[in-house]
């Protein structure tokens, strides 16, 4: 069964510092999303990656998807403290379901 | 604007109660899952169902059950509360297969075992 793993597992950064964190799958990706959750509560979808090479920015969240390395960064600039929380990949599995990566929780200092 | 709503928001059991989970969501969403999340485990798929009477087990279905007798409700059962299920649960709900359409989350049920 495929299995992601994410690097960092934790990251603690300085307001205004940018930061990358990854996702890297055990298989082929043939689509990737990236989650946020803030502490204590749901999930909340940030973006999608369909293609190789492909890559989507939202506010100041950049995602990347590398076919080839089976892996998918994402990369936030000027961090701010409402950046704080877990951010997870997932991808599609068997049709209707998904795999989601164990989480790389993010704290930023003021 | 509700979306996904889960009740209790915290729960506390004592080792062999029952309890039901609560899931409902307005946006006519055929696609419905429970997952449980464990820190540092990220989330793990228990049930999921694709539409009204259709339920299927996911990765850890084990000492769990759930039925969709609508499209809005997706109850998630705890017959014999076990430690080991004290976790995080999580119900999201998708207008289509989860490849195409992100999944909606509920803000989750903190449930302990006691």
């Known amino acids: ?110 | 604007n509700a979306g996904v709503t889960q009740t209790p928001k915290f729960r506390i059991l004592k080792i062999g109660q029952s309890m039901t989970l609560q899931c409902a969501q307005d946006m006519n969403h055929n696609y419905m899952y429970w997952y449980r999340q464990d820190p540092g485990m990220g989330l793990k798929l228990i049930y999921y169902s694709v539409g009204a009477g259709i339920t299927d087990k996911g990765e850890v279905p084990n000492g769990y059950n759930v039925s969709r007798s609508t499209t809005e409700y997706f109850p998630l059962r705890l017959e014999l509360a076990a430690p080991s299920q004290t976790s995080v649960y999580f119900c999201a709900s998708s207008s289509q297969r989860f490849s195409n359409q992100p999944q909606h989350f509920g803000d989750g049920t903190r449930l302990s075992i006691l």
């Open chain 1, 1 to 110: 069964s495929q299995e992601l793993e994410q690097s960092p597992q934790s990251l603690i950064v300085q307001e205004g510092k940018n930061l990358t964190i990854n996702c890297t799958s055990s298989k082929t990706l043939y689509g990737l999303y990236w989650y946020k959750q803030k502490y204590g509560e749901g999930l909340i979808f940030l973006m999608m990656l369909q293609k190789g090479g492909e890559e989507k920015s939202h506010e100041k969240i950049t995602a990347k998807l590398d076919e080839k390395k089976q892996q998918s960064s994402l990369h936030i600039t000027a961090s701010q403290p409402s950046h704080a929380g877990i951010y997870l990949c997932g991808v599609p599995y068997q049709y209707d379901k998904v795999i989601f990566g164990p989480g790389t929780s993010l704290s930023v200092i003021p």
